[in-house]
Each structure stands twice: as C-alpha cells, then as structure tokens.
C-alpha cells in the first residue's frame, strides 16, 4: 500500500498558494515595464495568445512545484511478505495388512480400505510434517521413507492390498522398522502411529522390547486398536461354495498395545468404526501440532522518480518557453 516516507516535507507545500496569491496581485495591478501617452490604437484588439499562455507557464510551474514537494515527501509503495518458519513433525504410520485385516465390520468395505481412507484423510490435512509409512503382516517392510511428498506417499498407501505379505501380525518387526527410519530425524517430535487389529503372533523383535527403543529414542507411539467388539464378518472362499462370510470373534491384545503406548507417553485408542477412527486420527493431529512461527516484513519500492522526472521536465520546457517565446522586454 503506497505511503509516504518523510510526510512532514509536504509542510513545504505551504508556499504553494503564497505564490499563486502573489501572482493575482501582480497581474491585476499590472507589471508591464513600457509606458504609452494613449491607448486608444490598441482598443478592441483581442488579447494575443501569447499573453494567455503565459498563465498557462504559471500553472505548469506551480504543479511542477507540488510535484517536487510530493517528491521530497518519498513516496512508496509497500509489498508485505510472510516468512513461515515451521517446526514441523516426523511421523510414521505402521499400517497393518495381515488377512484379518480383510473384516468387514466397518462400513462401507474391509478394515484395510477403511483404514487406508483415514490415513489419506489424516495425510492431506497436514502441512509441514514430514510422513513415512510402513507395512506389515508377518513382516514389515517400509514403504515409504518420511517426505513432504505427500502426493508420493498416498500413490504409495493406494498400492497396499492384502495378501501381498506373508499372513501373520508382527507388531515388534513393524515398530523397529518405522523406528529405523526415525532414528535419524533431527525434528524435535518424533511419532508413531501403529494401526492393527491383531495379536503379535510373528517377528523377530518383541513389541515392548521396540517400545523400549522408542522410549530410548524419545519417539512417542501412538496405538489403535481397529476392529468391532465380539464378532466381526469375515469373508471365506470356499472351493465348493464359492465366497462365503463366517463370524469370528475379534482378538486384539489391547492390553499389549496399552502398554507400548504407555511405555513411550503415547496413548492406545480403539476404534470400532469409521468414524471413531476419523476421530482418533484427528485427535492425534491436535496432540501432535506442528509450531509454526510468522516473520512479517515489508519491502519498499521507491516511487519518487516518476514525480521528480516530470517535474524537472516541466520545468525545463517551462523555462526554456520564457526564455524563447513568451519572455519580457527588458
């Protein structure tokens, strides 16, 4: 937004109508310099353009005048910048794909697909947070290192369907891998975020002993239990009968993941359905904000020279006209 630099330069304005009013006075007075014994051969002639032009050169002088006081006041226009400085967080999400992952006790599909939404949904709404992602079944294998890409990651989260690792659930495996990837991260919160719906029945690391990495690393865990109470539909395909739906009851070691959370000051949540999940992501998001810090600065851009420059050239033209065409006899 333009301003004004040095505004009290503007009081110089003041002699603008000084000048103006000495002008009047003058001119109706009468400044001429020759003396006639009479006026009558010059009755009834017009007066000559010469005459009027000269109030014209008056006025260019007086806004060439204001033009240069305008000037002298520094007029600028201002551009405001924000600098973000953001202290963004480090975040792993250990997503599991074993077969009992394949539950359709969340609407509108399996575990898995629903899972894999929230997790895009969770992705998308971040900013400056750097995210990775690991898979895990029997092994866990990681996906996708941390990045800002988040474009790069959800391709990636997209490409994840069951039965592509060897069936089991090892949580201690998938911890000491998003662990691995976090075990060089210079930011000042690092995070897991396990997502799983089993008992850790494979792997060669134990979940608490993976929690005590953490703990060491100063990297928090946050667990979620995903799968409803009692029994769930699980689909069968049956050579005879073709795909077939059994109930199963649901086995969670909520106790395990209580006490992985609770070893690294994280928290164990269950979600039973979509939109407790939806609400346990966003809740983790609230927990584990990024701090970000605002730096405002604004830039000038000097806009006197495009006041200064006419002005010189008005008053050159202006002089130069007296002094050729419209001057007074000595």
């Given at each position: 937004m333009p301003h004004l630099a040095d505004p009290w330069l503007l009081l110089?304005?003041?002699?603008?109508?000084?000048?103006?009013?000495?002008?009047?006075?003058?001119?109706?007075?009468?400044?001429?310099?020759?003396?006639?014994?009479?006026?009558?051969?010059?009755?009834?002639?017009?007066?000559?353009?010469?005459?009027?032009?000269?109030?014209?050169?008056?006025?260019?002088?007086?806004?060439?005048?204001?033009?240069?006081?305008?000037?002298?006041?520094?007029?600028?226009?201002?551009?405001?910048?924000?600098q973000i400085l953001a202290e963004g967080v480090d975040i792993m999400v250990?997503?599991?794909?074993?077969g009992s992952m394949a539950a359709e006790d969340f609407e509108p599909k399996n575990r898995l697909f629903v899972a894999k939404a929230v997790v895009r949904q969770f992705v998308e709404g971040l900013r400056h947070d750097?995210?990775?992602?690991?898979?895990?079944?029997?092994?866990?294998?990681?996906?996708?290192?941390?990045?800002l890409d988040y474009g790069v990651l959800l391709n990636i989260l997209e490409d994840i369907r069951l039965g592509t690792i060897e069936d089991g659930t090892a949580i201690g495996n998938a911890l000491a891998t998003a662990l691995n990837r976090l075990r060089q991260s210079q930011a000042k919160?690092?995070?897991?975020?396990?997502?799983?719906?089993?008992?850790?029945?494979?792997?060669?690391?134990?979940p608490l002993d993976a929690a005590r990495m953490a703990q060491a690393l100063g990297v928090r865990i946050y667990t979620i239990g995903v799968g409803s109470r009692g029994t769930a539909r699980f689909p069968v395909n049956d050579p005879a009968y073709g795909r077939m739906y059994m109930d199963l009851p649901v086995e969670i070691d909520?106790?395990?993941?209580?006490?992985?959370?609770?070893?690294?000051?994280?928290?164990?949540?269950?979600?039973?359905?979509?939109?407790?999940?939806?609400?346990?992501?966003?809740?983790i998001?609230?927990?584990e904000k990024t701090k970000i810090e605002t730096k405002s600065y604004t830039r000038y851009h000097e806009l006197f020279p495009g006041l200064l420059l006419p002005a010189l050239a008005i008053v050159f033209v202006a002089a130069a006209a007296e002094a050729v065409r419209f001057g007074k006899l000595p």
């Open positions: 110089a304005g003041i002699i603008l109508p000084l000048l103006v009013w000495r002008y009047v006075v003058l001119r109706r007075k009468g400044n001429g310099t020759l003396r006639f014994s009479s006026t009558i051969a010059t009755e009834g002639m017009s007066t000559p353009w010469t005459v009027r032009m000269q109030h014209v050169l008056f006025g260019a002088k007086v806004a060439a005048a204001a033009l240069l006081v305008i000037a002298m006041a520094r007029p600028q226009r201002g551009i405001e910048e924000e250990a997503l599991d794909a074993s750097r995210v990775g992602l690991v898979a895990f079944a029997a092994k866990a294998f990681s996906r996708c290192p941390l990045t919160s690092r995070v897991i975020i396990l997502v799983t719906d089993g008992v850790n029945n494979r792997g060669e690391i134990q909520e106790a395990l993941l209580t006490r992985i959370a609770e070893t690294t000051r994280g928290i164990y949540y269950r979600a039973t359905d979509r939109p407790s999940l939806e609400r346990i992501f966003q809740e998001s609230r927990l």
